[in-house]
């Protein structure tokens, strides 16, 4: 069993390392080739929220098993302002800033899991599972 | 209350040492480097050699730097301003990192001379330890800062190495290059981030500009991943060279990337998009009236004569 992964999210360049580092240990797990672009994507896309509103995060890889799923868990946590309201920020098109709002929704449909809490001046915590297609 | 080791006495109450007395200690371990100098900076390069460290190094180099390091430890000790030492140590590792010196091997060098001088004063004091201690009260921390100093200049001067030649990088891997007349090609290689994206945009329509741009076929085949933040970017991008007059031609978005930025909800419908590089430009110069014909005398024809 591979282990854990854990990356400190600060700047464009830990995005660029989170990415890679997604895309060689879910390639470890089985996944095949455009899985393990949409899971580099993924991480990517929560990976940038945390730079973008938060400064800085955490971003763990875990590897998970059920039954006889082999699968990666990414949960992407920062301590930075929150999001008011989640339901809004889930829905394609909506962004705070100039871009294009996707990142959260977009990401929720490339994985097969998505879980987020998220809670105003505490922080939010993206919980993301993809499993290998057996 | 008499005492027979009254020497002793008076050193072990004093411990804890007043700053007075630990200025006159220093005083004291700088003369006693400075008297020793020639010996303790020979018996330092040669552990230097022993350890195998700075092997990139020759031995009159070593010797060289050694000394150069052993007087700046030397005033710092005797001054408490580590300045100098740090300015020498920038200099130093600007010099050696070109060559392959390692973050260990400076580290190893630096705690080598606070072991050779540590021992020296042992030697110096081993008849009285009380007095032993309080030297070693004053020397430690300055020499501790020394080491800190040294290796924290060290992976400074690298970490400002490297961010050097990712600059570097990544000027070099955005060429705008020039095809024919008014079309150009703009090959696209490695990860792009924003700082990477932003100078894309700005190199491209600097290079739209000065060629006077029709076309610019944009190949996308050596990005291995792209989200929702660089799409955004590359259809800016593409905007931003439509106002200057040119229409830009996507090529090489992978299978796996197509899909990816279709389920995240990526609209590239007003990108002009084709398979791959060739097609790119072939499409390119058709938008430009250009009409490439093989000639007879080709290679491609004379490869067929032969066959």
């Excluded at chain 1, 470890?28 to 994507?41: E, H, R, W």
């Excluded at chain 2, 300045?83 to 200099?91: F, H, M």
């Excluded at chain 2, 020039?178 to 290689?189: A, F, G, K, S």
Aim: cysteine-free; charged content about 20%; proline content about 2%.
């Amino acid at each position: 069993m591979e282990n854990e992964v854990r990356i400190a999210i600060n700047s464009d360049q830990d995005i660029v390392i989170a990415r890679q580092q997604g895309r060689t240990l879910a390639s470890k797990l089985g996944f095949n080739g455009s899985d393990l672009t949409v899971i580099a994507t993924a991480i990517s896309e929560v990976a940038r929220n945390i730079v973008e509103f938060a400064g800085k995060g955490e971003l763990a890889l875990t590897p998970i098993q059920q039954s006889h799923k082999q699968g990666l868990m990414v949960v992407a946590h920062d301590d930075g302002p929150g999001i008011p309201n989640i339901q809004l920020a889930l829905q394609d098109g909506f962004s705070t800033t100039a871009s294009l709002g996707l990142g959260l929704p977009g990401s929720r449909r490339l994985m097969d899991e998505f879980t987020i809490v998220s809670a105003v001046g505490k922080g939010t915590t993206v919980t993301m599972r993809k499993w290998v297609r057996g | 209350m008499p005492s027979k080791e009254k020497g002793g006495m008076d050193h072990i109450t004093s411990t804890g040492a007043s700053p007075d007395s630990t200025a006159a200690l220093l005083r004291e371990l700088v003369a006693h480097l400075r008297q020793n100098r020639t010996q303790l900076r020979e018996e330092w390069a040669r552990r230097i050699t022993e350890a195998q460290l700075l092997v990139a190094m020759t031995k009159e180099e070593i010797f060289a730097e050694a000394t150069s390091v052993y007087d700046n430890y030397v005033e710092v000790l005797e001054t408490g301003s580590v300045e100098a030492l740090q300015a020498y140590a920038r200099n130093l590792s600007e010099r050696i990192i070109p060559r392959g010196v390692e973050t260990h091997e400076v580290l190893g060098i630096v705690l080598l001379l606070r072991d050779v001088l540590a021992r020296s004063l042992f030697k110096k004091y081993q008849a009285d330890f009380a007095l032993l201690n309080r030297v070693l009260d004053a020397y430690e921390p300055a020499a501790n800062r020394i080491a800190n100093t040294v290796g924290v200049s060290f992976v400074q001067e690298r970490e400002r190495t490297i961010r050097q030649q990712q600059e570097a990088i990544r000027e070099l891997s955005t060429p705008v290059l020039q095809v024919r007349e008014r079309l150009l090609i703009l090959p696209i290689i490695g990860v792009i981030d924003s700082q990477r994206a932003r100078q894309l945009t700005e190199q491209l329509l600097r290079g739209i500009r000065t060629n006077r741009a029709k076309v610019v076929v944009m190949d996308i085949t050596g990005v291995p991943s792209v989200d929702s933040t660089v799409a955004n970017h590359l259809v800016l991008t593409v905007a931003a060279a439509r106002l200057l007059g040119a229409t830009v031609i996507m090529t090489g978005v992978s299978a796996e990337i197509a899909q990816t930025l279709v389920t995240i909800g990526v609209d590239l419908g007003k990108m002009n998009t084709v398979g791959d590089l060739q097609g790119g430009i072939e499409e390119a110069e058709r938008l430009l009236g250009y009409k490439v014909i093989s000639t007879e005398g080709g290679a491609a024809a004379q490869v067929t004569t032969q066959a």
